[in-house]
């Protein structure tokens, strides 16, 4: 069984920039996507970014493009996320997630929360303006 652990998350003022952390332990190696979900209070839980684990393909919320990047190190199992020019509605829990299936079609399929089956238990980032 794979355990997610996330660090990194804080707060910050607007336009500043944060670098999440998810670190995977356990069962990995079945491991085909990995992704960024954050929730509000109140709110469903939304895709924030993706990554297949062992290649380069990488899938973006609209609200984050171009501001948010996603990476991860096989080799130490690590999955980033990188977040510049934050905004206070990018306030939320951010959680990590890893899928160990494929996700058909990747490109709407990866944004479900019901596609993954491992959960971090979340990291808060709070951007204030």
């Known amino acids: 069984q794979a355990e997610l652990v996330e660090s990194g998350g804080g707060s910050v003022q607007a336009g500043g920039s944060l670098r999440l952390s998810c670190t995977a332990s356990g069962y990995t190696h079945g491991t085909f996507y990995m992704a960024w979900f954050r929730q509000v209070p109140g709110k469903e839980r939304e895709g924030v970014a993706c990554?297949?684990?062992?290649?380069?393909?990488?899938y973006y919320a609209d609200p984050v493009k171009g501001r948010f990047t996603i990476s991860q190190d096989n080799a130490k199992n690590v999955l980033y996320l990188h977040m510049n020019s934050l905004k206070p509605e990018d306030t939320a829990m951010y959680y990590c997630a890893a899928a160990q299936h494929g996700l058909f079609p990747v490109s709407t399929s990866w944004g479900l929360e019901s596609e993954f089956e491992h959960w971090g238990q979340g990291t808060q980032v709070t951007v204030s303006s």
């Open positions: 990554i297949r684990w062992t290649g380069t393909s990488t």
